[in-house]
Nanobody, 118 residues
Framework: QVQLVESGGGLVQAGGSLRLSCAASGNIRSIGTMRWYRQAPGKQRDLVAAITSGGSANYADFVKGRFTITRDNAKNTVYLQMNSLKAEDTAVYFC????????????WGQGTQVTVSS
């Protein structure tokens, strides 16, 4: 079994910062691209950022310059540093990863709530 567990969400004032973490565990052979998505109430789930196993990162336009995705391959963990947060960043943030295991599949975390007060 493979699990992705997010942490680090919470309530923050506009202009503040939060750092999300997502740790993968279980029967893992290798991890490919890791991603962060977010979903606000009543809206679709949007890709926020992605990072390859080699460290190449890409961002959605709405977070460029404010959010930074990094990963620690030794710890099977991906991070999302969120700065200059805005009220519109309020959403449930989900971790997603391509993980080679017994079945080799794409996995999701359970999500962590980020609330930005204006």
């Amino acid at each position: 079994q493979v699990q992705l567990v997010e942490s680090g969400g919470g309530l923050v004032q506009a202009g503040g910062s939060l750092r999300l973490s997502c740790a993968a565990s279980g029967n893992i052979r290798s991890i490919g691209t890791m991603r962060w998505y977010r979903q606000a109430p009543g809206k679709q789930r949007d890709l926020v950022a992605a990072i390859t196993s080699g460290g190449s990162a890409n961002y959605a336009d709405f977070v460029k310059g404010r959010f930074t995705i990094t990963r620690d391959n030794a710890k099977n963990t991906v991070y999302l540093q969120m700065n200059s947060l805005k009220a519109e960043d309020t959403a449930v943030y989900f971790c997603n990863a391509d993980i080679s295991s017994i079945f080799g599949a794409n996995y999701w975390g359970q999500g962590t709530q980020v609330t930005v007060s204006s």
